[in-house]
């Protein structure tokens, strides 16, 4: 009986791990079923990567459980033969087809024959890559080559999906692309599991994410929830001014509330009355001759709680 049908297919309790003296992973617990899509959030250093090792089975942590399908991947090949991984440096033949790429894979997965030929088939029919069979990887954009590197980590069929970073580099039509091709997978059942820092596109697929802070988790759950959780029916105001203000004008930007945003000449604020706010700052401010050149009133994203987690806020 296929693993797909088991809850849950992956299973971290209380796992901790340590480099020398300084502790990676501090007590982490996941869960993560057939057809569904989790997003391992965390700024750098926060043990998403030596997390992910352990689930693959490449080492085995100091404290704790890991379990794929109910088998120890570390001790048991037959767990890790359940998982699919798609790593952030391209992992293919460059000088070698599409095709031939896959059917290289396929028999280093034990493929053979017609079982081969059909599994290449299958993963480049799920990954739209079927039309560029005889074409170089070399040859391919970079989210083609991503697609490819995808339809390689599934030739035999896993029932865990693991990848790192999975659109780096790619621009929006080639991300587009990889969405849909998780999105393929996780109607089949496919259990998806990915480390990304495209905080836009975990909000829109993952059905959960996870944050992870100096080896611990500190928050979990659907993203909208988690948002809603954080900041409430506060809105963000974002006020959109010269890059070069002077101290004067800068000082009474920060006098009203506002921060500095994530870009040149953008400040923010959240606000409980978002538009009756924006309306408010834009008369104060030009008021105080700081010239206004567009508000903008929207809903908190993942973003700003990637933030404010990142920064040691609380998650509430």
Known sequence: MSPRALEPILSVERVRHAYGAREVLRGVDLILSGGEILALLGPNGAGKTTLVHAICGRFKPDEGEIRIAGRDPYRDPLARSFLGLVPQALALYPHLTVAENLFAFGR????????????????????????????????????????????????????????????????LQAREAVADVLRRLKAQGVAILMITHDLEQAADLADRVVFLREGQKVVEGAPAQ??????????????????????????GLTGEGLQRGRTPGAWTLLAADGYGQAGQLDRRLRAEGIEVREIHVRRPSLQMLFALLAEGGPAR
Do not use: W
Not at 134 to 145: A, F, K, M
Not at 156 to 169: F, R
Not at 245 to 251: C, G, V, Y
């Open 108 to 171: 280093l997965a034990g493929l053979k024959g017609a079982d081969l030929r059909q599994a290449a088939a299958h993963a480049m029919s799920v990954t739209h890559t079927a039309d560029r069979a005889r074409t170089l990887v070399r040859q391919l954009s970079g989210g083609l080559q991503r697609r490819v590197n995808i339809a390689a980590a599934i030739l035999a069929d896993p029932d865990l999906l693991v990848l790192d970073e999975p659109t780096v580099g790619v621009d």
């Open 226 to 251: 988690l948002i809603a959780q954080a900041f409430g029916e506060r809105m963000e105001v974002q006020v959109d001014v010269a890059p070069d203000l002077d101290p004067a004008r800068e000082a």
